[in-house]
Nanobody
Framework: QVQLVESGGGLVQPGGSLRLSCAPS????????MGWYRQAPGKQRELVAS??????TYADSVKGRFTISRDNAKNTVYLQMNSLKPEDTAIYYC?????????WGQGTQVIVSS
């Protein structure tokens, strides 16, 4: 079974930036639309950004601040997060879009706090 491994999270002050990475255990990404999801405490998991081979889309809450990208040669998907807000605090996961292709990984925690 393919494993998804997210990394790059951490503690950052409001207004700061982080870049998340997602790498699977096998070469798969070029075949699928991929997304970054997040789950805040007490809330449902939500899709925040998605990318196909040529198009990216974003949730309204992150539009203009987050950028999703993919490097098919490295088999990696990234999420550049700028101007972070406390409400961005969550565990971030990657998966296909829709999230039906792969099991969820452990995610990477992002905490935005002063």
């Amino acid at each position: 079974q393919v494993q998804l491994v997210e990394s790059g999270g951490g503690l950052v002050q409001p207004g700061g930036s982080l870049r998340l990475s997602c790498a699977p255990s096998e070469r798969i990404f070029s075949f699928y639309a991929m997304g970054w999801y997040r789950q805040a405490p007490g809330k449902q998991r939500e899709l925040v950004a998605s990318i196909t081979r040529s198009l990216s889309t974003y949730a309204d809450s992150v539009k203009g601040r987050f950028t999703i990208s993919r490097d098919n040669a490295k088999n990696t998907v990234y999420l550049q997060m700028n101007s972070l807000k406390p409400e961005d605090t969550a565990i971030y996961y990657c998966n296909s879009d829709p999230p039906t292709r792969f099991a969820w990984g452990q995610g990477t925690q992002v905490i935005v706090s002063s």
